[in-house]
C-alpha cells in the first residue's frame, strides 16, 4: 500500500501549491465542491504517516486540510480553499536526488465563482490514471449503500433471541471530527469507545451487537442509520466527544431527537455535528433531504419516548463513572438519530478542549469504566422493555 510521508503548502507569487510526497506513483482525481468551497482528490487506498493533529500550516488560497480513508479502495483529500480556485497545473514527479518519495503536486491559483462553479462539472478535471493498474478496488461504496432509502420498514426478524444493539462510532477517515488539546482526534477516541462497549455488551450473552465501522473510515450519516435499520436494531447509541471556546468546561451530556434544540448550544453541536458528509467532501447537492421525518407520527413519538426514558437513565449511570454537564440530557435535531423507529441516543463523552476530559477519554482504564456505566443503562432498558412485554 502506498504510504504518504508529509504535506506542505506553499505560497509563490502567482499560485499556491500543495505537495504530498507519497512512497509509490498513484492515480488520483480530482474534483470541486462549492459552499464553502473545496478541492477534493481522490487516490487508491494509501497509509498515512502523518500525526493526529499535526496538521500542515496553511498559505496562500488554502485554510483547511483534512485526509483519511473515503471508502474501501478509496483515500481521499480535502482541501478547504478561502476563495473559489482553479487548478493550474497538477502533476506527481518521480523521486530525485534527496527525495526518496514521489510528490503529487497541485497548483492552485483565485478565480472567480461562475469559472468555478463550470470547473465542478464532472471531467473538468479527469483522473489521471498511471501507466500500471495498481489495483484500485470497486467493491460496493458505503455511499453507494446510502442510496438506499432510508425509509423502507425494517428487516427484523420475526423471533430474536438476543435484543440488537447498534454502536456508532462518531466520524472517520476523512472526516476527523473535533480535535483534542493533545492532538488526538475525536475518531479515534469513538472507535475505541465504542469497540469496548461492544465487548462488555457481547459478554453478556444478552446482545447482538453491530457496529458502523470498525476501522478508520468514513460513513456517511445517513449510511448509520440505514445500518442501524438493516440490522433491525432495538437501540442506537453513536458516540461523539465535543470541544469548547471554554476549556474549562467539561462533562458528558446526552442527546436525543427534537426538532426543537433545549438550547442554543445544543443547535450548534448538532449543527456541527450535521455537518460531516460537507467535511469529507460529499456532493450534497443533489441529495434531498430524505431524512426530513414527520413528528406526529405515533410511531415516531413512541421511538421518541423510548430514546428519551432511555437518555435518562444513561445521564445517572454516566455520572457514577465521572463528571457530567448540567442537565446533561438534551434535545437537538442531529441527523444521524433521525431513523423513525429505532430508539436512539448521542452521547457526547466528554470535551476533549478539557485537559481532565481528554486524559479520560484516552485512557483505556478510564473508557472501561464508561463502557461499564452505558452497559449498566442498556440492561435496565432492556430490563424495563421485557418487563413490560411480559405483562
Ligand atoms: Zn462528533
Redesign the pocket.
Known sequence: MPLVKSVRVGKHPDHTRFVMEISDQVNFQISMLADPYRVVVDFPEMGWQLRDGANPPMYGELSGFRYGLFKTGTSRIVLDAKAPVKIKDTFMLPPRGHVKNWRFVMDLVKTDRSTFMALMKPAAYPSQEVAQNNGSQTATSPVQQARVPAMLPPQKPEKKSKHVVVIDA??GGVDP??SGVSGIY?KHITLAIARQLADVLKRTGRYKVVLTRDRDVFIPLRERTAIARRAGADLFLSL???TFHDRSVRGASVYTLSERASSKEAQALAER?NKADLIAGVDLSSTTDDLSFILLDMAQRDTKNQSSKFAETLVKDLSGAGSVLHNPHRFAGFAVLKAPDVPAVLIELGFLSNKRDERSLRSKTHRAKIAESIKTSINRYFNRVEEANRS
Do not use: V
Request: proline letters at 0%; hydrophobic letters at 20%; zero cysteines.
Open positions: 462518531g466520524h471530527g473535533a475525536e461523539h466527544a465535543d455535528e
